[in-house]
Nanobody, 124 residues
């Protein structure tokens, strides 16, 4: 019912910035939250950030607080992840996610919908 397409990934030097976008389509009217996970080679997928639709409250993993910002457009069809002060350890495939269920937006979140991912590579 919901399709998610990520864009904006690429190669950037340490200390640089990137902005990821995730466009949602389909039956998005019931969205509770959208967010981002990432997975580095040989590592498990981890929660990065989420935004609650009702009030646009943001929830961030501790390692990215102060560097990353999650936001949405006024139409509610696109979510963004602004990534500043990037570090080599941020290198990963970043996946967009969404959920229609009322869930706790933290590392315990298991999203209902997933995008295909976009590669972010940070060079040292």
């Amino acid at each position: 019912q919901v399709q998610l397409v990520e864009s904006g990934g690429g190669l950037v030097q340490a200390g640089g910035s990137l902005r990821l976008s995730c466009a949602a389509s389909g039956r998005t009217f019931s969205t509770f939250a959208m967010g981002w996970f990432r997975q580095a080679p040989g590592k498990e997928r981890e929660f990065v950030a989420a935004i609650r639709w009702s009030d646009s409250s943001a929830f961030l993993q501790d390692s990215v607080k102060g560097r990353f910002t999650i936001s949405r457009d006024n139409a509610g069809k696109t979510v963004y992840l602004q990534m500043n002060s990037l570090k080599p350890e941020d290198t990963a495939i970043y996946y967009c996610a969404s959920d229609f269920r009322t869930v706790v937006l933290s590392s315990t979140w298991h999203p209902y919908y997933w995008g295909q991912g976009t590669q972010v590579t940070v060079s040292s």
